[in-house]
């Protein structure tokens, strides 16, 4: 099974960090909590065959002796066994990661692996070359520990200062040591921008990184995750708590449905199935241009465990799932591929569990019927079946499109920037950065904008194309 080194930057990705391992350990069939046998039980019945779990173990997990029987139970068998996240933790200060590191999955972080507590600025152009030879020592040693390193999974958000910055730093970084190795992001967009005021600017140029060094990209914007967590307080009829809103964000919720995703794309790599796609099919499918990376993803259900509303089995449940997967209620991003004059480049639907390739075969039907391909890209259709289902569902859908709607999301960074810029507010924090130039900021305007060019060419070109294919 392929492996994944996880990269957790700044304090919204060391937070979505600490959502993953727990829930990654949950998939496992691992304990993390001290409840009785019961829930032990029920969080190994998503299994058929328990071996699944112990094979797929060291995806993510580095245990030293591998004489060991791999099939853990609890956080104290791991503690015993020595087993380690195959996790780098970095940030500059120190209270998330120091937070993370006395909570229940503690153990599993090796101190060599976290880059932590340097004070001061931040940024790309202090941290980046201050540190470059730390880092590098520090992601050395975790590929060393691997023997089939597929990809690098990295978490950040682009509104803060550490993760956008050092975040793609490290992302550069990658690129230029381990230039095979796929490199794959889940980046949180802000609110409006709204929480960090110079979040425009951290926003830009670190889009522009991800577009010059990511092999994909996954981008989740914060208001979508708050939406689908005030969607799940309604379902469970919860009047007592507030709405969640801009000043109160229900991060642990939020966190834990990037996770669940993240465990979702990296299925297909870590467990057996009937028509399982690899992670590199993903990047090879659903890239048809290398910069075109940015990658939009919904998943269903989006609860962690089975929903009583799921009153339905059977292909009615299937084809639910593929209908809410497809509702804009689900989506980790607020673009609207599905709305007309956009086209899809590439699409991929990856199921897990109790699905068969007919039950596949039916719904792709209905969703090419609701989408405009480009004139090129009709069949364009990558799928998966990954026979191990989350823990607690039986089944799950990722959907994953490659769509010029992502064009509004650039559209956003760019304008967000400009209001900002106009006035060249708080540009001076950047300028009398070392290395920083301010002409900087022009230049990732013009890579945004480009692609955003390149997006509107496709989707013009294919616009008149199909027009003109109707008419014959
Ligand atoms: N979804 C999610 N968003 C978060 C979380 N923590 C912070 N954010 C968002 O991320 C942005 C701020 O980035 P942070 O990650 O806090 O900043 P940082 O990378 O540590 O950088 P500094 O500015 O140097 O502290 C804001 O838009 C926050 O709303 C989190 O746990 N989950
Ligand atoms: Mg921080």
Sequence with gaps: MSQFISLQVGQCGNQIGSAFWPLALHEYGVQTTNTGMNLLKTQRDHVKNIGDLSDAFDSFFVVPDNSHDLCFKSITDLKRAKVKARAILIDMEDSVVGGLRKGPVRDLFDQACVVTNYPGA?????????YQEKLEDTIRHMVEKCSRLHGFLLMHSVGGGTGSGLGTAVLKLLADNYPTIDRLVSCIYPIVMQDVVTAPYNVLLSTRELIDYATCVFPIENESLLDICNAQLKVKGNTEQINYNVSCKPFQDMNSIVANMLLHLTSGSRF?????????????????????????????PLTLSAPTMYSVSGTKLIDEIFINAWSRNNQLIKVDPLQSGSMILSAAHVARGNCSVNDLKRNIERFRKKVTFTDWSNEAMKVGLCSVPPAGHSTSLLCLLNSSSMISLFKNVV??????YRKKAHVYHYTQVRGFEETHFIDCKETISNLIMQYTELQSESQKNISRLQVL
Excluded at 122 to 130: A, F, L, P, R
Excluded at 272 to 300: C, Q, R, W
Aim: hydrophobic residues 30%.
């Design 122 to 130: 931040v940024g790309y152009h202090t941290y980046g070359t201050e």
């Design 272 to 300: 057996p199935g009937n028509l399982n796609m690899d992670m590199n099919e993903i990047a090879t499918n659903l890239v048809p241009y290398p910069k075109l990376h940015y990658i939009f993803s919904s998943v269903s």
């Design 415 to 420: 304008e967000q920037f400009t209001r900002l």
